[in-house]
């Protein structure tokens, strides 16, 4: 699990979040857009989450206490595909088909 907080803001087009449990089961969703009533989410110590960019142009901003330290693999969830991995495109199509 990750063990620092992080803010995250959308400074242009819009951002869509899951958020889940242990198991990998989706507990929470958000969509945060520049222009909108929702621009940044704050992610607490040990929450596992995803992003995802919904229109071209996104841009994202993160910010977390302390210096950058690399994700290490106690980290990961062991539920989810990584970048580049065969799964990891039918991943991120049912997690974008919760904000469809």
Known sequence: MRT????????AAASAWC????AGN??????AKATGDVVGVNIPHGTYHSLIAM???????????GPYVPI???ERAPWAPREGEPQAPAYLRKLEALFV
């Open 19 to 22: 958020f889940f449990d242990e």
């Open 72 to 74: 290490t693999d106690a």
């Open 55 to 65: 229109e071209p142009g996104s841009v994202f901003f993160e910010a977390k206490a």
């Open 4 to 11: 620092k907080t992080r803010l995250w803001s959308s400074s």
């Open 26 to 31: 989706v507990t929470q969703t958000a969509i």
